[in-house]
């Protein structure tokens, strides 16, 4: 026999989202659904002059730092320096002066300090003929 007074705790009936967007409102997220929640997000926190001007000299520090960095040198010419596989006389040697497997031989893959894309410009520089319009008469003339 089941008391009246002992019945059973029903769950609260259901309530609409606060944002009227349709879905269900949970207490849990302030009456919001789950996807107006998360869509509402608390306004990012002003930092002061004297923070920004902390978190400036910081960065440059870290910076000045990882550019100051150099690779120590490669002592065991017959392996990559990348993967530490055996290569042998098969070993590439790249600009960086590091030998390399066939695998690392690009600049891409093993982070190349070597500016190759300036080297190649200084070439194509020094390499192409500008062509005016005294040179293209002459021609024209023949």
Not at 18 to 23: E, R, Y
Not at 128 to 133: R, Y
Request: aromatic fraction near 10%.
């Amino acid at each position: 026999p089941v008391s009246p007074s002992a019945s059973p705790v029903s769950p609260a009936a259901p309530v609409k989202c606060i944002k009227q967007c349709g879905f269900f409102g949970n207490s849990k997220f302030n009456g919001m659904c789950s996807v107006c929640f998360g869509k509402e997000k608390p306004a990012p926190k002003r930092r002061t002059c004297k923070e920004r001007w902390r978190l400036t000299r910081l960065f440059t520090r870290i910076f000045v730092k990882f550019l100051s960095f150099k690779k120590p040198p490669q002592l065991n010419k017959n392996r990559c320096y990348k993967c530490n596989k055996k290569v042998g006389i098969t070993g590439i040697e790249c600009r960086c002066n590091y030998i390399f497997c066939s695998q690392h031989r690009y600049p891409h893959e093993h982070e190349c300090p070597f500016d190759h894309k300036a080297l190649q410009k200084k070439k194509l520089q020094n390499e192409v003929v500008e062509v005016k319009k005294s040179k293209m008469d002459k021609i024209g003339e023949m």
